[in-house]
């Protein structure tokens, strides 16, 4: 859930803090400010929550968003509530995809992951099952020349993402 503060924490186990509010009961109410790397997490109203990071200071491959294009953005989602969380050089998502290693999803504006204060980590417990479910394929290259030869993997994935066999 998404809070406002000085409200009761009772119930509440983890708890991460934001500043600004971009997006509430289905309204753009973010501030007009600068262009930076941003963070945010949202609510859609099913209670699906997404997670948005842009990069930034990184002309002229990206320049960042302010917050009222983030708000959009988490709006396009689909979010009926979201909320900025430390932008700038925090700016880092890392993901770990089927069967695949840890891996940072953007480009952070220091290049490098920064040491932070607070993080939101999303784990599952699901276990291996190792029967076989589907294919996924990694590769390294985004764009590559018509004549070019790529080198694509393919691993075993079973129903909750983990390694299976292939059979």
Same mark, same amino acid.
């Given at each position: 859930?998404?809070?406002?503060? /000085?409200?009761? @924490? =009772?119930?509440?186990?983890e $708890?991460?803090?934001g500043?600004?509010w971009? +997006?509430k009961? #289905? ?8 262009? /930076?790397?941003? @963070? =945010?997490v949202?609510?859609? $109203? ?6 948005? +990071?842009v990069? #930034? ?11 009222p ?7 396009a ?30 480009s ?18 699901a ?8 294919v996924?394929?990694?590769?390294s ?13 393919a ?13």
């Amino acid at each position: 859930v998404l809070r406002e503060g /000085n409200v009761s @924490t =009772a119930d509440v186990k983890e $708890a991460v803090a934001g500043k600004i509010w971009l +997006v509430k009961n #289905g309204k753009n109410v973010a501030p007009a400010n600068k262009l /930076n790397p941003r @963070t =945010a997490v949202g609510i859609k $109203a099913d209670g699906t929550v997404v997670f948005f +990071v842009v990069d #930034g200071r990184q002309d002229p491959d990206s320049v960042g968003m302010d917050y009222p294009e983030v708000a959009a953005c988490m709006l396009a989602l689909g979010c009926v509530d979201a909320l900025e969380l430390d932008g700038g050089g925090s700016s880092t998502m890392l993901t770990k995809r089927e069967a695949q290693k840890l891996n940072c999803s953007n480009s952070p504006s220091y290049g490098y992951e920064r040491t932070v204060a607070t993080s939101l980590l999303v784990v599952t417990s699901a276990q291996p099952s190792g029967v076989f479910d589907h294919v996924t394929f990694s590769e390294s290259l985004y764009l590559c020349s018509p004549m070019e030869s790529v080198t694509v993997s393919a691993v075993g994935v079973d129903a909750n993402g983990f390694s299976a066999k292939i059979p």
